[in-house]
């Protein structure tokens, strides 16, 4: 094993496939570095239970996201992208209300980003019902006027919301463990915590390579297979109601990445026309682009 496997192994968790013993790691090669502030970064992947660690650690991630240049804030600059995602998140709005064991009246989304699907769901929940929250003191342009908590004040809030979301969070941090600690700490007791991240395992892994929009590194810390994502909440003591395949719409920006070509509205407009192929690929595989895990405090 080389030196940076012996120390992804020293801070990973046990292996979901073998509980006691550490993850068998494999390297999946160098990616290149979309913030050009770490430099060489690399995946290496569990052969068991698949689980994937970004390296190299970076114990304090918040220097990534300073002015909300990521594509985790940025919009496509147009009204037109800007109202296509309005549909795609309502309708994602429903349906993960009917996922729900209970219809939350007070929810945080916990890393909210640009704040968009939160202004929906807070549409769909009613006035004042949802909470953004994300790194930044002020909230982004989608939650003017909107309730908010920066990441400073979280502990304010603690144990007061019938339901948290963490929507493309949890990947984001190299020790997972903690912060479902911190994002589960933000529920009621009963309450429910929603987890969404990417599928190590999706289907388009094998097509796109390194243009798979969800590698997307070094933002990306921690890559979940179904049975990293599962072990982790139980080991956390959280009970899982339910594991959701979710097609998430990724085939625009990986196309884009296999091209070199620039984000923006017609890489929308392309990935909307693949979209049913991306889902009926997915479907019949059983290896969906993201996986939703619904769990209950």
């Not at 395992?201 to 243009?211: D, I, L, M, T």
């Not at 889902?279 to 619904?294: D, M, N, T, Y």
């Amino acid at each position: 094993m080389n030196n940076h496997a012996s120390i992804a192994t020293n801070r990973s968790p046990d292996c979901a496939a073998s509980p006691g013993q550490p993850c068998q790691l494999r390297p999946l090669g160098t990616f290149e570095d979309l913030s050009g502030r770490v430099g060489e970064v690399s995946v290496l992947q569990c052969t068991r239970c698949g689980h994937g660690i970004s390296l190299p650690l970076l114990p304090d991630v918040a220097f990534l996201y300073q002015g909300r240049e990521t594509q985790d804030f940025v919009q496509d600059g147009s009204s037109l992208g800007h109202a296509i995602k309005n549909v795609a998140f309502r309708r994602q709005a429903r349906t993960l209300l009917k996922q729900l064991p209970v219809r939350p009246a007070k929810a945080l989304d916990f890393g909210c980003g640009s704040g968009q699907f939160t202004r929906i769901l807070g549409d769909v929940l009613g006035a004042g019902a949802v909470t953004g929250s994300d790194f930044d003191e002020s909230p982004p342009a989608d939650l003017t006027g909107r309730p908010y908590l920066p990441a400073s004040r979280l502990s304010e809030a603690e144990g007061t919301f019938d339901l948290v979301l963490a929507m493309h969070v949890l990947e984001h941090d190299d020790d997972a463990a903690g912060l479902l600690h911190r994002i589960a700490a933000m529920a009621k007791p009963g309450g429910t915590i929603v987890i969404e991240v990417p599928n190590i395992e999706c289907a388009w892994v094998s097509v796109f390579g390194k243009a798979w929009d969800a590698w997307y590194l070094p933002y990306h810390r921690s890559h979940f297979s179904w049975a990293s994502l599962v072990e982790l909440a139980a080991r956390a003591g959280y009970e899982v109601i339910a594991v959701h395949d979710v097609c998430v719409p990724t085939m625009g920006r990986s196309l884009s990445n296999l091209v070199g070509g620039s984000k923006g509205l017609p890489w929308l407009l392309a990935g909307i026309a693949a979209h049913p192929v991306q889902w009926i690929v997915e479907k019949a595989s059983g290896r969906p682009s993201a996986l939703r895990l619904v769990l209950r405090k």
